[in-house]
């Protein structure tokens, strides 16, 4: 695939697009316009029509896009028919929440084994998926040909432990420990999970709404 | 407080200036410029300033930001001093995540009650919040000032408590069941948690950097 450099807005938006053309296709919608995919997401047609630009022509003017087509395309665009594999450190409640619930095979890719040091874990398997000992991670890295990490360790140890997954040829953790684990220009990728941005975001947009209630509120009284 | 429109890249910036302040200041540091600050964050000076901007003026030409003042100022603004009280819905393996180890209280929200429908988890208590049957949220809501619900319920029943917190007075919705919930043009405030996407985002940089060390040795072969 040639590729140019995407902004990150435009990065973030494409899970989006794909969730929604799933949506479509569960609901047997063959075709969409881009003022149609953007009334339900909330943007502009042209807006749509700029972000796919970024990749070449995926819909024809006038007609639509195919929606198992650009489907398609998308989940190729974000990496997820090359097989990555992955390991899920720390099967604390998030972890084993994230084993429980989540689909890594939704995302395209393979949960190949978790690490934890609890003696009651190591060795079982969870959801098919076996739980090895923290103490065998550096050399089932040196024998797999695993990509990702997925973090979820108590913080006392995020920073030993990713020393190990970057020495040992993991590409990018997916950090669940709340903890900023490089240096700005590191070469590792990390994707952080901040649950408090998340809930203080929600709290911006609550408290906006209610100073306008009461800024609307203070009209009206006069 | 007088409140502009702000752009969402900009709030969704202001959780990040919130956590590394604070690491400044365990880190005792007590002033700093916007330089300084943009090079930690991998954000230009200029954006900083244009950032807080938004809010009023908090820096001095010249003299750079005072952080703790800084840090109180975006506490405000993101309504964190306002005494939010939450409840969580669903105290599986995500919601129990979330009592156990997120820290509501450090984003100013206090959480007040989870509900369940397991008989064995009714009744108790965990971490000092009490777990109460979900019978019972109606009731609980009318009866206390709730403005935020944190939702962790199964997909299948999702839409239906939703209904009955927004009728029941709720402003806003932590999402965490991978559901949309609304329509774009609904009065509740939705916060979407999708781990899918910030796993698929960390794919697509993944590819983007194998792709470009593709390319790279192919030149190097020529």
Redesign the interface.
């Known amino acids: 695939?040639k590729?140019v450099k995407v902004s990150n807005?435009v990065?973030?938006r494409?899970?989006?697009y794909?969730?929604k053309l799933d949506?479509l296709q569960e609901n047997g919608i063959n075709r969409i316009s881009s003022f149609e995919l953007g009334?339900?997401?909330?943007l502009t047609p042209s807006q749509i029509r700029q972000d796919f630009s970024c990749f070449g022509e995926f819909g024809q003017q006038g007609y639509g896009y195919n929606v198992s087509g650009l489907r398609e395309q998308i989940a190729s665009?974000?990496?997820?028919d090359?097989g990555?594999r992955a390991i899920l450190v720390g099967v604390?409640?998030?972890g084993?929440?994230?084993m429980?619930?989540?689909?890594?095979a939704?995302?395209?890719?393979e949960l190949a084994a978790a690490f934890d040091i609890k003696e009651s874990l190591i060795g079982t398997e969870f959801k098919g998926v076996p739980i090895l000992a923290e103490a065998e991670l550096e050399g089932y890295l040196k024998n797999n040909d695993i990509?990702?990490a997925v973090l979820c360790v108590p913080k006392e140890v995020a920073v030993n432990v990713t020393k190990i997954l970057t020495e040992n040829g993991i590409?990018?953790i997916?950090n669940f420990t709340n903890m900023?684990l490089t240096e700005?220009n590191s070469p590792i990728?990390v994707?952080n999970?901040?649950?408090?941005?998340?809930?203080?975001?929600?709290?911006?947009?609550?408290?906006?709404?209610?100073?306008?209630r009461t800024?609307e509120a203070s009209r009206n009284e006069k």
């Open positions: 695939m590729r807005n990065i973030r494409l899970p989006r794909l969730r949506e009334q339900q997401l909330g665009i974000l990496g997820m090359r990555y604390g409640n998030i084993h929440a994230l429980d619930n989540f689909s890594f939704d995302c395209g890719v990509a990702l590409e990018a997916w900023e700005p990728i994707e999970v901040h649950f408090s941005d998340s809930l203080l975001s929600l709290s911006y947009f609550v408290s906006e709404r209610m100073d306008e800024a």
